[in-house]
């Protein structure tokens, strides 16, 4: 069936450390990929998306691109601060209406 | 800029208590949904709605009832609390893909429900 998998937390990095979350799925066909950040005492909102094959979404800093062919949508950022500590979510969208949403990954960001 | 909004925040129940927690949304999104996070894991889906008068089970539906009489609204009904039902609930929206839009969910901030 369909699934995602992301890479366990907690992540903790210093400041200005480069960070990777891996995400991979299991759907059929190519549906569109997201990120969804989740800071403490808040809801999920948008970090970014893609909606096809090679296309690679980014905002405040972090990437991810739509890798086809290992099914994979892994979460990067080059030098993170100590605000990105929240937790992170991958979601592939299956229908026009559906995502499925992985486990999270805490990042804990220390000064 | 409302988007989407959940009211109560916080709730404290006694076992066997009933209880609505009300959703609305003011971006005219023809789809809804209700999950809820129990504490350091992921989303579980518990019901969701593709329109008015539509609803649909998720992968948590026991527990729960919902129903949808307008598009704004999606209100989440606890029948018979248990203290499996603690958890922060959060309901989202989403246009689907009309209009080219990409379908993602728009989210509230989330119900805090303790059952004790």
């Known amino acids: 069936g369909d699934s995602v998998t992301q890479m366990e937390g907690p992540v903790t990095l210093s400041e200005e450390a480069f960070l990777t979350i891996n995400c991979t799925y299991t759907?059929?066909?190519?549906?569109?990929l997201f990120w969804y950040v989740q800071y403490p005492g808040e809801g999920l909102q948008l970090l970014l998306k893609a909606t096809k094959a090679d296309d690679k979404g980014s905002n405040k800093g972090f990437e991810a691109t739509y890798r086809k062919e290992t099914t994979s949508f892994h979460l990067e950022k080059g030098s993170v601060q100590v605000s990105d500590s929240a937790v992170y979510f991958c979601?592939?969208?299956?229908?026009?209406?559906?995502?499925?949403f992985g486990s999270g990954t805490r990042l804990l960001v220390r000064p | 800029n409302a988007g989407v909004t959940q009211t109560p925040k916080f709730r404290i129940l006694k076992i066997g208590q009933s209880m609505t927690l009300q959703c609305t949304q003011d971006?005219?999104?023809?789809?809804m949904y209700w999950y809820r996070q129990d504490p350091g894991m992921g989303l579980k889906l518990i019901y969701y709605?593709?329109?008015?008068?539509?609803?649909d089970k998720g992968e948590v539906p026991n527990g729960y009832n919902v129903s949808r009489s307008t598009t704004e609204d999606f209100p989440l009904r606890l029948e018979l609390a248990a203290p499996s039902q603690t958890s922060v609930y959060f309901c989202?929206?989403?246009?689907?893909?009309?209009?080219?839009?990409?379908?993602?969910?728009?989210f509230g901030e989330g119900s805090r429900l303790t059952v004790l």
């Open positions: 971006m005219n999104h023809n789809y």
């Open positions: 709605s593709v329109g008015a008068g539509i609803t």
């Open positions: 759907a059929t066909g190519y549906p569109s």
């Open positions: 979601a592939p969208r299956l229908s026009s209406y559906k995502l499925i």
């Open positions: 989202a929206s989403s246009s689907g893909l009309a209009g080219g839009k990409t379908g993602e969910l728009f």
